[in-house]
């Protein structure tokens, strides 16, 4: 492994990891600011530091900061029966096994280190006759060697493994090992029935997240994860091919991570606190902790798999192609530095966005019963991943024996879903710029009061207070 190897991969593990924390951190106080929003209350607001007078609160973002602190500060406890090894080994496990999931998840386009320049003269590209890029850049596949300068790609993924997908399937199993283990070690009832629905839950619903990806599989034609995103990018986004697959997995993904409103492994009023009822400190803090982080890599693996991943629409490695079908209606060429980079931030802002739905749901949906929970997975999501698969086989070999003028209307169909999603970010995006530097209004609609209703209904009564 060359300096520059080593160096490259520890840049992309720090970049992976960091995100992943930050995100995480910011994920416990969107969870509140989302809770007292809904509820209409108000939200994290008691953290506070005092500078030359003034207090600084931050709109509520000082509270990771004093969560993180408590967990060091508090105490270490272990019940006196626990087993010690288990009961520390579980927490470790928990945590371990989010961020081995990265690993394996493209956040970027490969580099093509020998077109690649820090400060490129962008408005001097040079083009050939047709408006292409003419740099060596290729723009499907994957950018080739250079051997007589010993440049090679650098793959913007922190372990480029042939078998993709599976590993991700086999790392995330794991975490089944870690909640099972942190409710038998405790010697607590409340905790070892926690532990039992975790596994249940989460080995349920493993099952139709595997089953929810075998269409897009199919699809795609490979298990790694960056060619699936350039397939993406060549035809169209997942969602629009696997739309049924795309809403099961995130359905199972919601239930993996144990979420509302299928946090019945750790339902409050049941179980006192689940699994981890026992644990305190930062032991407590890895489990709370670890929930997070697989929110950000479930999201993670969402948008590679079914929202493009790095991808945008009509742009390519090199540059901006908007074209429908046979049709070219603008070409840009664009330096591969840009390109590259537009990828990394699209594909980071994706996953930002994905994550805050899954913050809206948590605070929108009631709780499920147990047995719905296992109802829904084995009688409805199950099911359907079946059907989906076969759905799939059918419409793929249908569309295969169709000749080329099947697949000329399903490239256009392609191109225009690209136009719609180009269409659908630039409102947001728009509407987004517009509401931060907007003015807001508040305005009070009280929609009933129980003092209303009682006084509609007669009034209360009023009688002596009993000695």
Same mark, same amino acid.
């Given at each position: 492994? /060359? ?24 994920l ?8 007292s929003?809904?509820?209409? %209350? ?23 900061l !004093? ?10 406890? +272990? ?10 080994l $579980?927490?470790?496990? !928990? +945590?371990?096994m989010?961020f ?11 580099i ?20 292409e890029?003419?740099d ?8 080739? !060697?250079?051997? %007589?300068?010993?440049?090679? @790609? ?16 086999? &790392? ?20 070892? +029935? ?7 839950? *989460? ?5 139709t997240?595997? *089953? ?9 034609? /490979?298990?790694?994860?960056?060619d ?22 995130? !359905? ?14 750790? $339902? ?8 981890f009822?026992?644990?305190?400190? *930062?032991?407590?803090g ?57 990828g990394?931030?699209?594909f ?13 749901? =948590?605070?929108?949906?009631? %709780?499920?019963?147990?047995?719905q929970?296992?109802k829904?997975?084995w ?16 419409v793929?070999?249908a ?14 169909? $392609? ?7 180009? &269409?659908a +970010?630039?409102?947001l ?26 006084? =509609?209904?007669?009034?209360?009564? /009023?009688? @002596?207070?009993?000695?």
């Amino acid at each position: 492994m /060359t300096a520059t190897l080593l160096l490259a991969t520890i840049v992309k593990i720090l970049i992976m990891v960091m995100f992943v924390l930050n995100l995480a951190a910011i994920l416990t106080w969107a969870d509140r600011r989302q809770s007292s929003m809904i509820q209409d %209350r108000v939200g994290p607001n008691r953290a506070v530091i005092k500078i030359f007078g003034k207090e600084l609160r931050l709109a509520g973002l000082l509270h990771p900061l !004093a969560d993180g602190l408590k967990f060091f500060t508090k105490e270490d406890f +272990m019940p006196p029966n626990a087993d010690r090894l288990l009961f520390t080994l $579980a927490p470790i496990m !928990a +945590m371990g096994m989010v961020f081995t999931l990265v690993a394996t998840i493209p956040f970027g386009d490969t580099i093509c280190l020998h077109q690649f320049r820090l400060f490129p003269d962008f408005w001097h590209v040079h083009t050939g006759p047709h408006g292409e890029l003419l740099d060596g850049v290729e723009r499907w596949g994957t950018c080739a !060697a250079d051997s %007589r300068n010993g440049y090679a @790609p650098l793959e913007l993924v922190v372990a480029p493994l042939g078998v993709g997908i599976l590993y991700v399937f086999a &790392m995330s199993g794991q975490g089944i090992i870690g909640a099972a283990i942190a409710g038998w070690s405790s010697d607590n009832k409340f905790s070892l +029935m926690g532990a039992l629905r975790a596994a249940s839950q *989460m080995v349920s619903y493993e099952v139709t997240l595997g *089953m929810s990806l075998v269409g897009a599989m199919m699809i795609y034609g /490979t298990v790694r994860l960056d060619d699936m995103v350039r397939w993406q990018q060549e035809h169209a986004w997942g969602i629009f091919v696997q739309p049924l697959a795309f809403f099961l997995f995130f !359905a199972a993904a919601v239930a993996e991570n144990k979420r509302i409103p299928f946090d019945l492994p750790e $339902a409050e009023s049941e179980l006192v606190s689940g699994y981890f009822t026992e644990y305190a400190g *930062m032991k407590f803090g890895m489990f709370y902790f670890a929930e997070y982080a697989e929110v950000v890599t479930g999201s993670m693996l969402l948008v590679t798999i079914f929202l493009g991943g790095w991808a945008l629409p009509f742009f390519h490695r090199d540059g901006l192609l908007v074209q429908f079908g046979d049709t070219t209606l603008l070409r840009v060429a664009i330096p591969h530095v840009f390109v590259t980079l537009l990828g990394v931030l699209a594909f980071f802002g994706k996953v930002i966005v994905v994550c805050w739905i899954q913050v809206f749901v =948590r605070w929108s949906l009631p %709780r499920f019963r147990y047995d719905q929970l296992m109802k829904l997975g084995w009688r409805l999501l199950l099911p359907a991943s079946l059907a989906n698969i076969l759905v799939t086989g059918v419409v793929w070999l249908a569309v295969d024996k169709a000749g080329s003028a099947a697949s000329d209307g399903l490239r256009i169909a $392609a191109d225009v879903t690209q136009a719609v999603v180009a &269409m659908a +970010m630039t409102y947001l995006i728009g509407r987004g710029v517009v509401g931060m530097f907007g003015t807001v209004t508040h305005e009070r609609n009280i929609i009933g009061t129980s003092a209303g209703i009682a006084a =509609r209904r007669g009034g209360t009564k /009023t009688e @002596p207070m009993q000695a």
